[in-house]
């Protein structure tokens, strides 16, 4: 079974005790000459590099459940050891926990680069540095950490250190060389080639903000935190994770873009915390059937489903059915890509957004707040839905929303539309999500309130689909959101 592993196992909060200086990495933007011929060797590119690329290890302290029962037996001391407190149970043992990973220098006065998971849980002296040249220790404070990106960012106290060249991921292509340097498996450092396979990876739940570069380089246990760097030398990501069925390399390893770690250090070093943009929307995918239904050209950008009162988007005029193309001129692949590119903004700057509002496109400029810290979010007699020949809704049992079916379906007060009681399990309708408890809030733009609405306006869509926004729970996740059903047949 194919699974997503992180490339080493181990968040402290951020540490302001002490005051941070600035973090003043050096950087190169340009991109790389792609119609240079490739050499013979890539030495002269990692003895200039693997200096800034260290070992981190790091120790927590686990606390062992109490022995019970048989295990206070005295005479099974000599295997387990002593230690009773006298009252038929022994006490907890406490014991060291260490684990390894890699980091990366990115400034000369000690600011290192790693993964969150790296030095997660450790004890407060309980990160150590060990630098390139294997002659030296140090210990490492953590000046913070961001679990949503798996960026950690350390600092040691020393000067004069062979700190790496940042570029611009930005400017990457599928194709480019990468060389991945780290620590796998503690056998020492080790350097990997490979090339860039993808870019723009995510969806894989393993942090909150994925965007990550794929590499075929490989990439190991105790490779986290280690180098991605290009043909040059010059830093492009920090390896975070593999795909493997074994647990080792299998060719699909995934670095965290320099751009989007860079950030956060900035912010670390700053601020102690990571603040990230808020828009107030909840988003979705732009499918195929959804395209055509808001007669768009294709499935790019992100659908606007529901919009928070009183939040940003709704004060700048935002609307739901609204598709956001682009960000101050970006395009937004998808919803994914949307909700990282507004987060990497800082709290109170304003974007410009692009958006298709009926079929044209608008500009709608928006001042960003701060990101929560939690994301996320019988009057009348049941109507079964009227049929005939094209109806999407066949199949599915319609009422008014009372106020003992509200409480019933803990629906909010501020949501109005019908309530869906029933839905045939081999209905149209069913087959493109539409579930019992949901409640229906417009059918093809048109706001129902109530049973009667609903039917006349199904009846009058004439289109091959019905486009539905629909207020629903679906497992933590609770709000609005756009669906198309099957107008050209029956189940």
């Not at 989007?260 to 601020?271: G, P």
């Not at 229906?440 to 289109?463: M, N």
Request: glycine share 12%; with cysteine; hydrophobic share 40%.
């Amino acid at each position: 079974m194919w699974a997503v592993a992180v490339a080493l196992g181990i968040s402290l909060g951020a540490s302001a005790k002490d005051a941070n200086p600035p973090a003043k990495v050096k950087t190169d933007a340009t991109a790389i000459n792609r119609d240079a011929r490739m050499g013979s060797s890539y030495s002269s590119v990692i003895k200039k590099v693997t200096p800034s690329v260290v070992n981190i290890y790091s120790t927590k302290t686990v606390k062992q459940p109490r022995f019970q029962q048989f295990f206070d037996d005295p005479s099974l001391e000599r295997f387990f050891g002593g230690g009773g407190n006298g009252r038929g149970q022994r006490g907890p043992r406490n014991y060291k926990s260490e684990s390894l990973g890699s980091g990366v220098i990115v400034t000369d006065d000690g600011y290192i680069l790693t993964n969150n998971h790296v030095v997660e849980g450790a004890d407060t002296d309980g990160v150590k540095v060990a630098l390139g040249d294997g002659k030296q220790r140090l210990s490492a404070r953590v000046v913070g950490t961001d679990p949503q990106t798996d960026i950690a960012v350390l600092k040691v106290d020393a000067k004069d250190l062979p700190a790496i060249t940042l570029a611009d991921s930005d400017k990457l292509e599928v194709g480019d060389v990468a060389l991945a340097i780290g620590n796998p498996f503690n056998v020492g450092q080790t350097v990997t080639m490979g090339i860039v396979s993808a870019l723009g990876r995510g969806g894989f739940g393993i942090t909150d903000y994925e965007d990550f570069i794929q590499t075929d380089a490989a990439i190991n246990p105790g490779n986290s935190g280690g180098a991605l760097v290009d043909a040059q030398g010059r830093l492009i990501g920090i390896n975070q994770s593999i795909v493997s069925g074994s647990g080792g390399n299998m060719g699909v390893g995934f670095a965290v873009p320099i751009n989007q770690a860079k950030a956060v250090m900035e912010r670390l070093v700053d601020f102690g915390k990571v603040t990230r943009g808020y828009l107030g929307i909840r988003l979705q995918e732009v499918t195929p059937e959804l395209a055509q239904s808001f007669k768009l050209a294709d499935t790019g950008g992100a659908l606007v489903s529901e919009i928070v009162p009183n939040a940003p988007a709704a004060t700048a005029g935002l609307k739901e059915g609204d598709v956001i193309t682009e960000i101050n001129g970006k395009k937004a692949a998808d919803s994914r890509h949307l909700r990282l590119m507004i987060s990497q903004n800082t709290p109170g700057s304003k974007v410009t957004l692009t958006v298709l509002r009926d079929g044209k496109a608008k500009a709608v400029t928006a001042k960003l707040g701060e990101l929560p810290g939690d994301e996320g979010e019988a009057a009348n007699a049941t109507s079964p839905a009227e049929k005939n020949e094209r109806d999407a809704l066949d199949g599915v049992e319609v009422e008014d929303v009372s106020a003992a079916t509200r409480r019933e379906n803990s629906i909010p007060a501020d949501v109005r539309g019908v309530l869906v009681a029933n839905v045939n399990q081999d209905s149209n309708a069913y087959e493109a999500g539409l579930r019992p408890g949901s409640v229906i809030l417009e059918i093809d733009r048109t706001p129902v309130r109530t049973a009667e609405e609903a039917i006349k306006v199904c009846d009058a869509a004439k289109g091959d689909r019905i486009l539905l926004r629909v207020w629903s729970r679906q497992g933590n996740v609770t709000g609005s959101r756009f669906m198309t059903v099957d107008n050209t047949k029956k189940k």
